[in-house]
């Protein structure tokens, strides 16, 4: 069984500062990771994804996000944050390889917050 | 389009009415899933399917629920008798088997 836990419900930050949005997950087999980005009324947007490789992932919209599988955390960050980045954040995990489901377990999101 | 489309993205149905929800995938993939978002929750998983064969459906809350993709792209949720604790977003999403998934908008389901 797989679970991810976002520890923040909540994030407010100012313009322009740095944000940092944490996300841990617990799977017993080999992970996908996700994140995604909802905003009002809209499906999920893909952010960014850690298959393998490299532990520090570019995602879009300048976010990043770094895999440490000691802490079995995948942590999004942002250096400067804009208005328009004011949406809910979710976490996913997705056990690989298992090509034939590769259904996803979600987190419970973090809404951030932009204060101008 | 090029996205996933669903429809209706709205609808409101009285406690024991059946609803269809429907989902048109990205044209050419082969895995398709649908997923229950309630107000204030992430996405829990509720069935996938590769091609039109309903692999599994283990999120499925009851009997109640039923999903399916007759000729492996449209697909249909359907839920009879509806619940008030039905009433949540219905979201699907379609991926080349192994990549990523590409969400649609969602289904707003409220049961008076």
């Known amino acids: 069984a797989q679970s991810v836990t976002q520890l923040d419900s909540q994030v407010p930050v100012f313009e322009e500062a740095p944000v940092e949005l944490r996300c841990n997950y617990s799977?017993?087999?080999?992970?996908?990771l996700f994140w995604y980005v909802q905003y009002p009324n809209q499906g999920l947007q893909l952010l960014l994804k850690y298959l393998s490789g490299s532990t520090l992932v570019k995602g879009i919209n300048g976010f990043e996000a770094e895999f440490n599988k000691s802490q079995t955390s995948f942590h999004l960050r942002k250096p400067s944050v804009h208005i328009s980045d004011t949406a809910e954040y979710f976490c996913?995990?997705?056990?690989?390889?298992?090509?034939?489901?590769?259904?996803?377990?979600f987190g419970t999101g973090t809404r951030l917050t932009i204060i101008p | 389009g090029a996205g996933v489309s669903q429809s209706p993205r709205y609808k409101v149905a009285k406690r024991g009415q059946d609803v269809a929800l429907r989902c048109d995938p990205i044209s050419g993939h082969v895995s398709l899933f649908w997923y229950q978002q309630a107000l204030g929750q992430g996405p829990e998983f509720l069935t996938y399917?590769?091609?039109?064969?309903?692999?599994?459906k283990s999120g499925l809350p009851s009997d109640r629920f039923f999903a399916e993709r007759p000729e492996g792209s449209v697909s249909t949720l359907k839920i009879q008798r509806t619940q008030q604790e039905d009433s949540a977003v219905y979201l699907c999403?379609?991926?080349?088997?192994?990549?990523?998934?590409?969400f649609g908008p969602g289904t707003r389901l409220t049961v008076t």
């Open positions: 399917f590769q091609n039109e064969a309903q692999l599994d």
């Open positions: 799977s017993s087999v080999s992970v996908y």
């Open positions: 996913a995990v997705g056990s690989r390889p298992n090509f034939g489901n590769e259904k996803l377990t």
């Open positions: 999403a379609s991926s080349l088997a192994g990549n990523e998934q590409y």
